[in-house]
DNA sequence: GCTTGACCTTGCCATCATGGGAAGGTCGAC
DNA sequence: GTCGACCTTCCCATGATGGCAAGGTCAAGC
């Protein structure tokens, strides 16, 4: 199967599949005779792994983290909970910062009339709302 | 004042001073014969106005015409409004996808063992949970 | 056999906001 | 005069992805 197959089964891009490869994620495949990839069931598996792991919002790193244990019969589930557990935490605080975001821009939009005239509690926000963080 | 004091004043490191300006962000200040670029409490203002944007999650796009507004006396405060609000909306969408991509992370991790030994749920999950998105 | 179109190859550039660093000029204090 | 802190410009890197270009390959149809 030629990569446009692979990248088609996985719902990963052939672009991206050439970059998992020079990433490491996914071994060097054999070529034909012309250098065409030659892909087979278990790569287009291990391409879906990749690609959910992404969905679910991983690093590059986590993931490669997550297919080695994947990979190793004798990898203990301990370590994997490991990084889920710190990729939940990161969620989290990205969550709650843009949460905090949509308040305070929420709290700003409500105060202003949003129409032909231009006074703007927005703006004002944003220009006066005290000096540098650390100061 | 030099480059550093504006920097330190508003909260901004010097390189991104530097950067805004050639965003046309900021206009190009006047230089001293040295090529020192020299800033006054208005410049300030607009930056510590670009910082609180920034911080609040806008693109530098966003910004700019944030920026046009406030400096235009005949503006309309619906059209800052909008800015905010389809901002609003763009964190919201965010938001709605982590906190999808978490609560399923939580189901994986809630199912697994977390010990020593290789059975682990948060893999299988990532292995088998179904073939390409559109197929 | 030749053409055509779909596919493959590599490689470079772009995103977005930011930081790092190099190489060199300037300024103030001692 | 020297030293350290500051400034200048320019290039490179991030992370995951897309786009494009130039060129090779393959299968189908004529």
Redesign the pocket.
Known sequence: M????A?ARSGV????V??YESLGLLPAVA???????QYGEREVHTLRFIRRA?DLGF???EIAGLLALWQKPDRASGDVKRIAEAHIADLDRRIDEMTAMKRTLETLVHCCHGDHRPDCPILDGLAEAGGPPQA
Chains 1, 2 share one sequence.
């Open positions: 030629n990569i446009g197959e990248a891009s052939a672009k991206m050439r970059h070529r034909t005779d012309a250098g065409y990839r992404r690093s590059m790193a």
